[in-house]
C-alpha cells in the first residue's frame, strides 16, 4: 500500500519539483540564516496564540519566474537588495491555537519538494505541539508547497485534523482534465493532490467550503483567486485585533511590494492575480492589522503601509 502511493509521488520529484529543485543547492547554504534556530515563532493575538512555523527555504529563480510590468524591474530590485538572481524564500505555515481548536494553517512539503523544505511537523514538535493535537487543517491552495506536508510516506501526519480546502480549487486539481491550462511547472500538482488528500478522504477527514464562510468563530475563508483558481486567505479576528493569512499573495516581497503588478509565471490567471494582491496590499496598509504571509522572510508575519505608488514591509521582530 505504502509503496504504491510512493510510487505515484515518484514522479512528482521529476515534474512538480522542477520549479525549485534545480536550485536547492544554491538554497542550502542560505538556510541557517533565513530561518531562526527554532523553527518556530510565537505570538498572541488577542486571546488566540498563533505560531508561524517554517517550512525551511528555497531558491527563487527570480529572473525565470518573475514576469515584469515594467522591463528590468526585477534586476533593479535584486540589484539594490544586494541579492543575486536566485533569491532564498522562505516557506511558511501557521498554527492557530484558540485554546478551544488547533488550527494549522498550510502543512509546508513534506517530501515533494527536497531537503531544504519539509520541515513543518518538525517546527511544530519543537514549539509543543504533537500532529495529533491538531483539530483542523486549513489550506490556502494545493500547491505541493502548502498541501505536501498532509502526507509522510502515503500516511496522514494529522491523524484527527480535518482538512479543509476551498471547493473550486478542489475541484480544480482533482480534475486532470485540467492540466493543460497550467504552467509545465506546477502540473506535478496533480499528482501531489491525489496523493496528499486520498488518504484523509479514506478517513472522510476532507471537507470543501465556499469563500465568505465563517469556518470557526472568529476564523473566515477570504476569496483570493489568480494565483491558483481557489487560492484563499483567512481572516483571524480574536477581542478586536486581526490577522489576515495570506498564503500567495506575494512570492518576492522587494519585488511585488513596490510594483503588485509584477506576477510569478505559474499563476492561473495573472490579471486576478494582480487584483487580488492590489485589493489585499490596500486594506491591510488601510486598516493596519496583521499579515501574515507563505513566502516572505520567516516568521512572515509584518505589516504593510503605503509608500509612493507601492508598498513596505514591517516585519514583527522574531
Ligand atoms: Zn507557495
Avoid: C
Avoid at 531558491?59 to 544586494?82: C, I, R, S, W, Y
Avoid at 493569512?245 to 518576492?252: F, Q, R, S
Avoid at 514591509?313 to 522574531?318: A, D, G, Q, R, S
Amino acid at each position: 500500500m505504502n509503496i504504491s502511493r510512493a510510487a505515484r509521488v515518484s514522479p512528482l520529484l521529476k515534474t512538480l519539483a522542477v520549479m525549485l529543485t534545480g536550485f536547492i543547492a544554491a538554497s542550502g547554504a542560505h538556510a541557517a540564516t533565513q530561518t531562526t534556530a527554532s523553527g518556530f515563532y510565537k505570538m498572541k493575538l488577542g486571546a488566540v496564540t498563533v505560531v508561524a512555523l517554517s517550512d525551511g527555504v528555497f531558491a527563487l529563480p527570480a529572473g525565470q519566474f518573475m514576469v515584469e510590468a515594467h522591463k528590468g524591474e526585477v534586476q533593479d530590485a535584486l540589484t539594490k537588495a544586494h541579492t543575486g538572481a536566485t533569491v532564498p524564500t522562505s516557506v511558511n505555515a501557521f498554527l492557530i491555537d484558540t485554546g478551544a481548536k488547533r488550527i494549522l494553517i498550510d502543512t509546508g512539503s513534506g517530501a515533494f519538494l527536497g531537503p531544504t523544505l519539509g520541515e513543518v511537523e518538525k517546527h511544530l514538535e519543537a514549539a509543543g505541539y504533537q500532529p495529533g493535537q491538531i483539530d483542523e487543517v486549513l489550506i490556502t491552495h494545493l500547491h505541493a508547497d502548502h498541501a505536501g506536508g498532509l502526507i509522510n510516506n502515503g500516511q496522514v501526519v494529522y491523524p484527527n485534523a480535518t482538512v479543509r480546502v476551498d471547493e473550486n480549487e478542489t475541484h480544480f486539481w482533482q480534475d486532470r482534465t485540467n492540466i493543460a491550462k497550467v504552467d509545465p511547472s506546477v502540473q506535478g500538482t496533480f499528482d501531489a493532490v491525489s496523493a496528499a488528500l486520498t488518504p484523509y478522504a479514506a478517513l472522510g477527514h476532507l471537507e470543501t467550503f465556499h469563500a465568505g464562510e465563517q469556518l470557526e468563530p472568529g476564523i473566515t475563508a477570504v476569496s483570493e483567486p489568480g494565483h491558483t483558481p481557489g487560492h484563499t486567505g483567512y481572516r483571524v479576528e480574536s477581542d478586536g485585533q486581526v490577522l489576515v493569512v495570506w498564503g500567495d499573495l506575494v512570492h518576492l516581497a522587494m519585488v511585488q511590494l513596490p510594483d503588485p503588478k509584477v506576477t510569478i509565471k505559474f499563476d492561473s490567471a495573472p490579471a486576478d492575480a494582480v487584483a487580488a494582491r492590489e485589493k489585499a496590499l490596500a486594506d491591510a496598509a488601510r486598516k493596519g492589522y496583521l499579515v501574515a504571509a507563505a513566502h516572505i522572510d520567516f516568521p512572515g508575519i509584518g505589516k504593510v503601509s503605503k509608500t509612493g505608488r507601492g508598498y513596505v514591509w514591517t516585519p514583527v521582530k522574531p
